[in-house]
């Protein structure tokens, strides 16, 4: 999320009642998380395992709850929550606001688009040239379609991101605030589910063509000319790169990575990163020949098993 220009560090540290490492002036631009960060930001972290991370990511403000040698160029902020605080700083800048209307403000709707009268819209919300958008789609706040897309029925585009902090008592929901960004002669089939960025955007690639029944989980990005069938749920912080397939059923852990022209066949499961370019099949999703090779051990074990005896 980008902040209005003019925010310093000590602006940023008095909305939240933080004490700070740095310039008074020092500017902040930004607020994003780990996976989005970029020069000017500030990022959150409040565990030891992560510090390394976050002190060493382009975020140019860290928000921690220890007290560390701060990095040449950058700034701190000390907090006893910064979770908590991060979540704060966006309520603040990027507060819920609920459209009491089937459109909300600023909506921006090329020549040639059709959209049906039961279409839902929230506030800021861009559709490109011909696009189509069928009967009971809801366009969240934050939605921007490209030229030549077709979104069907009853696709939910914006929800908020499955983000939550464990506490000792429940779970504190994180605040959403970011966007989707769809690009041209992209097609989402029927009652899909895509939730926008934390803070930043989900992506959408040019060409991608998803069809029914597909969740996209917040900050996930999607290159161009991807293929997705039915059911396919992939979770947030993915990064899929151009052309790659993914069959029927398949999962998609948080924070993986499918590179260029990789094909995941039905029900496969994946928790690691796939090299682009190859088969995979099976959970843990592997390279198809071995993971058939296992296969046909595994159906010849029992017979193995009567030799042995």
Partial sequence: MRLPSGYTLKQIADIIGCTFEGPSDFPVLGINEIHKVKAGDLVFVDHPKYYDKALNSAATIVLINQKVVCPDGKALIFSEDPCGDFNRLNKHFAP?????????????????????????????ISIGENTIIHP???????????????????????????YYKSRPTGRDKMHTCGSIEIEDNVEIGAGCAIDRGLTADTRIGEGTKIDNHVHVGHDTVIGKNCLFAAQVGIAGCVVIEDQVIVWGQVGIASGMTIGKGAVVLGQSGVTKDLEGGKTYFGTPAEDVKHKYRELALIRNLPGLIEKLK
Avoid: E, Q
């Avoid at 819920?96 to 049906?116: Q, T």
């Avoid at 009971?136 to 499955?162: E, M, P, R, S």
């Fill in 96 to 124: 819920f606001d609920m459209s009491m209307s089937s459109r909300g403000n600023d909506i921006r709707i090329a020549d040639g688009a059709l959209i049906h009268p039961s279409v839902i819209m929230g506030s800021n």
């Fill in 136 to 162: 009971g789609v809801v366009l969240y706040d934050n939605i921007h379609i490209g030229k030549n897309c077709i979104i069907h029925a009853n696709t939910v585009l914006g929800g908020d991101a499955f």
